[in-house]
């Protein structure tokens, strides 16, 4: 028997390669013998870098950069394994996660560390980039990244401004004059997890950076190959943090069942917590969700059992697999 386990992150609890072992340890204890085939995924936020280097076999480069809040960040991105292609996370250098609660201000946050990573690729030699653009801490709209790269932002004085969402509405021109030339003959991928993005045709991203806005999972399910994988297969679980109603609008555990729908491969989603609306995803090919939840919590101490939770809620739907596989009609 065959079960494709394909996750993406429990965002600030596990990430998706350690959910993969957690399911896998739970489904093991009552099918030992079953072939488990783990694809960590993502669909543009945190793990795109993870799971588009682990399935190319490339490396991870890291250096320090300016972080969301103007403080210095250690941030990273990935080469994929032919050495052509970065894949940058924006949650890596401009992250919610790396902001405290109490410190969190879009207003005030700036995407330049995003900048400086894709300056970082462009100075050794890459020009193709997919941008993940899930979990940032800011709305700037891109100013901060489009400032890392020579672009100047000016208000009604001609006052240069930082880049932030607070400023938004105060820039009246735009310099680009000193924009990286480089930009020009780089081809870059905008990997967005949901299908409304922030700004439109002549948003900055659209504008500035000449790149292509595609859902991340599917640039992710077609670097990790899932339609071979679950050819044949019994069972595909997917999952993440949370599922509701906005997984319909490209989130990963849609992308990953409207693969294994193709192949007639029952689908199982566990997350985190189910929201409201969540019975929608069950008309996109998801057939049964789970909650990992034992019970009510603070959420310090949900975020730290996340492991324990995902194993024993994995048992247990092993357990009832097990249990319908003997009732007979």
Do not use: W
Request: some cysteine.
């Amino acid at each position: 028997m065959k079960i494709v386990i394909a996750p993406d992150s429990f965002k600030e609890s596990l990430s998706a390669e350690k959910c993969c072992q957690a399911i896998k340890a739970g489904f093991s204890t009552l099918f030992p013998d079953a072939h488990y085939i783990c694809l960590p995924i993502a669909d543009g936020g945190e793990g795109t870098v993870d799971a588009m280097v682990a399935a190319t076999g490339g490396n991870i480069v890291t250096l320090e950069v300016c972080g969301p809040m103007g403080e210095t960040v250690n941030a990273f991105y990935g080469l994929t394994g032919d050495g052509k292609t970065a894949v940058i996370e924006m949650a890596a250098a401009s992250g919610l996660m790396l902001v405290a609660p109490e410190k969190r201000n879009p207003l005030l946050a700036s995407s330049f560390g995003t900048g400086e990573l894709i300056r970082h690729a462009l100075d050794n030699g890459i020009r193709h980039i997919i941008l993940g653009i899930g979990g940032s801490a800011t709305v700037d709209g891109g100013m901060g990244m489009a400032q890392a790269l020579g672009v100047r932002f000016l208000d009604a004085d001609g006052q240069v401004l930082a880049a932030n969402g607070g400023n938004l509405a105060r820039v009246a021109s735009i310099e680009m004059e000193e924009c990286d030339p480089r930009l020009a003959n780089c081809h870059i991928e905008v990997a967005c997890d949901v299908d409304n993005p922030l700004v439109g045709a002549r948003g900055a991203a659209a504008v500035f950076l000449n790149a292509d806005i595609k859902p991340g999972i599917e640039i992710v399910l077609r670097a990790v190959n899932l339609e071979q994988a679950v050819q044949g297969a019994a069972l595909v679980i997917t999952g993440e943090g949370r599922i509701d109603s906005q997984t319909a609008g490209g989130k990963a555990p849609l992308g990953v069942a409207s693969v294994a729908k193709q192949f007639n491969v029952p689908v199982i989603g566990i997350a985190g917590v189910l929201g409201d609306g969540v019975e929608v995803v069950h008309q996109y090919g998801i057939d049964a969700v789970f909650s990992i939840l034992p019970r009510l919590a603070p959420l310090a101490e949900v975020l730290a059992s996340g492991e324990t939770n995902l194993f024993n809620s994995a048992r247990n739907i092993a357990c009832a697999i097990k249990i319908g596989q003997g009732i007979k009609n």
